[in-house]
């Protein structure tokens, strides 16, 4: 296998540069960072983004997340694994992520589950956190980006 370039944000460092601070401002929002980490994993899972779910699965196991957690994280509603904030983190998530995949793309009962357990400066970093994934995802996906190419 062979990607087709480089990481798009890789060849423009001020592209990177910016991406590195938006994953700062999510770490220092408030939200448990193995939470972080099985979300974006989850989203990556969603994307099919090979590179970010093999990062992902070693960063989180790096925040602690057990293997058992990691191996469960594609079926964590039947999973008895997860916690309540995590679960609620997980279905906003997908919600967020699958955009297309209904009209009201995150409803208000997910929503408001998120909001039971995050406040908004949480909610805020959870929320970039799923977008800052799917960007990668998709700069990954696009340019082929290989699984263990980044270390």
């Known amino acids: 296998m062979q990607s087709r370039m480089q990481n798009p944000a890789a060849v423009l460092p001020d592209a990177m540069s910016s991406i590195q601070q938006l994953f700062k401002a999510v770490h220092a929002g408030g939200v448990e960072g193995q939470t972080l980490e099985l979300v974006h994993l989850r989203v990556s899972q969603i994307n099919g983004c090979s590179a970010c779910v093999d990062g992902g699965a070693k960063t989180a196991r790096k925040a602690g997340v057990s293997d058992e957690r990691l191996a469960a994280i594609a079926a964590w509603r039947e999973a008895p694994y997860f916690t309540e904030?995590?679960?609620?983190?997980?279905?906003?998530?997908?919600?967020?992520?699958?955009?297309?995949?209904?009209?009201d793309a995150v409803s208000d009962d997910i929503w408001d589950a998120a909001a039971t357990h995050f406040d908004e400066k949480q909610l805020a970093a959870l929320v970039l956190?799923?977008?800052?994934?799917?960007?990668?995802?998709?700069?990954?996906?696009?340019?082929?980006?290989?699984?263990?190419?980044?270390?």
């Open 85 to 103: 904030p995590e679960r609620a983190a997980l279905a906003l998530a997908e919600a967020a992520t699958r955009l297309a995949d209904r009209p």
């Open 129 to 151: 956190m799923i977008g800052v994934t799917n960007l990668f995802n998709r700069l990954n996906a696009t340019t082929r980006q290989i699984a263990s190419a980044w270390g």
